[in-house]
């Protein structure tokens, strides 16, 4: 079964895409179709972002060694989602008006919360390859990844900020998000 | 929906209008469920729009309860092709089917203490799923100026693209105010009152530094979260810019001389 883990994971993980892609190709995107696709990718991004910070606490709650191989798997999904959110507000809702988008994450909160994810994430990205790894000592590599923690924070406060009224699904995202932070914060108490 | 009778197009415009099918599935109307889809899906089964009353009070010679019927009646309809803008940032084109406001209000003769209008739509827990969720301070409440309640572009509709208006839009009676965002044009109607202070209205009540009691398009005022510059017309790709009283400027902006619009917004 750990074999199949990880294609299966990843397969898995390009579902969301594979799914938005046929409802685009099938025009199923709904009334205001760009709404639809920021949206999406917004969703999922946060979603495998908090996915990401489950891997370990699941793994030491299981006690099954693999899941521990799919970290990093999953954290390049959810940075692959980001790319596509921001890539979707970019391209389709401002059409590559620099302009607008430099008020935008100047002005607008949640667009500058949003943004300073991306920031935080970016070097992450980057510095997920072995070699990476190798070159920077796994102390600092690790030190440098504990950015996923202010990243998430920002992530679900951006999403908090958007939304007009209803603050349910930011407010489900928040609470989760303080479980995966919180069973950390618990251990390092006890240790 | 019933076809209705009515004045073909009194007011249109060149933009194309809105296909009925986005205009009836992409709503905000909060008592039924906060996602846009969920008043089409929720709504038709739910609200009952007959018999439907509207209870008319406050400073006027004629106040008492009125049948829907009794209320709209005594006019002819017009169809109205208007813009909708809303707050959030995207735009339609709608073929309303209404009666002016001000020749409504006027059977009611108004007292010269009526300075403003409040509206109050239907709140009930059995027809509305979304009143479970205190979202906003139900029931929803909205309110004009009397000069902007009587002036000609304001309607009560009772229909949309010549058939009555489906539940998600506000059936059986609602109020059309193009040149606000569309929050201002409260849906399903129970109450009408004119009062001589200001009514409290629900976005208003909510977040005040982000929903203003005026709420008159405005490109030069931002919403504090995102800019009001420009908006996506459904059924387009790219943004458009979004013009000051959302197109309307040479019709209503006489009524705002004098006033500062960055502060009563």
């Not at chain 2, 996506?232 to 009524?255: D, H, K």
Request: aromatic share 12%; hydrophobic share 45%; net charge positive.
């Amino acid at each position: 079964m750990a074999r199949w883990l990880k294609p299966g994971v990843f397969a898995l993980s390009l579902m969301p895409l594979a799914w938005l892609a046929w409802r685009a190709f099938s025009d199923d995107l709904g009334v205001n179709p760009v709404e639809t696709i920021n949206r999406t990718t917004g969703d999922w991004a946060l979603r495998f972002l908090l996915l990401a910070l489950a891997v370990t606490p699941l793994r030491r709650v299981t006690g099954w060694a693999p899941l521990a191989r799919l970290r990093r798997m999953v954290g390049l999904f959810a940075f692959f989602y980001v790319c596509l959110h921001l890539a979707s507000y970019v391209g389709l809702d401002l059409f590559f008006d620099w302009q607008a988008l430099l008020k935008d994450v100047a002005k607008r909160t949640y667009i500058t919360l949003g943004m300073g994810c991306f920031v935080l994430l970016l070097p992450l990205a980057v510095t997920s390859t072995d070699g990476m790894i190798r070159r920077l000592g796994g102390r600092a590599w690790r030190r440098l990844h504990r950015l996923v923690f202010p990243a998430s924070v920002l992530a679900v406060a951006h999403f908090w900020l958007m939304v007009k009224a209803d603050i349910r699904e930011p407010l489900l995202y928040a609470v989760i998000l303080s479980l995966l932070l919180g069973s950390r914060l618990w251990r390092r108490g006890r240790a | 929906a019933a076809p209705l009778d009515y004045a073909r197009g009194v007011v249109t415009l060149d933009d194309k209008p809105t296909s009925f099918e986005a205009a009836s599935t992409y709503n905000n109307y909060y008592e039924f469920g906060t996602d846009k889809a969920d008043p089409a899906r929720t709504a038709p089964g739910r609200l009952k729009t007959r018999p439907w009353s509207v209870v008319v009070e406050g400073e006027c010679a004629r106040p008492g309860t009125i049948a829907f019927e009794d209320l709209v009646k005594p006019h002819r309809l017009e169809e109205r092709v208007y813009r909708m803008r809303c707050v959030e940032g995207w735009s339609m084109v709608i073929p309303w089917v209404g009666v002016p406001l001000g020749e409504l209000l006027k059977r009611f003769e108004p007292t010269s203490k009526a300075k403003f209008v409040e509206f109050v739509s239907l709140a009930d827990r059995d027809q509305m799923p979304g009143l479970r969720v205190p979202i906003l301070n139900w029931p929803y409440t909205e309110g004009l100026r009397m000069d902007e309640a009587m002036h000609p572009l304001t309607i009560l509709a009772v229909g949309m693209y010549g058939q009555e208006l489906p539940a998600q839009n506000g059936a059986p009676l609602r109020l059309v105010v193009p040149w606000k965002y569309g929050f201002k044009s409260i849906k399903s109607i129970v109450r009408i009152r004119f009062s001589e202070t200001r009514p409290a209205t629900a976005w208003n009540d909510y977040a005040p530094r982000e929903y203003g009691f005026y709420s008159n398009v405005n490109p030069e005022v931002d919403h504090p979260r995102w800019s009001q510059a420009t908006e996506r017309r459904i059924g387009e790709f790219r943004r458009r810019p979004t013009l000051p009283f959302n197109g309307y400027a040479e019709q209503v902006a006489g009524l705002y001389a004098g006033m500062d619009l960055r502060v009563e917004y």
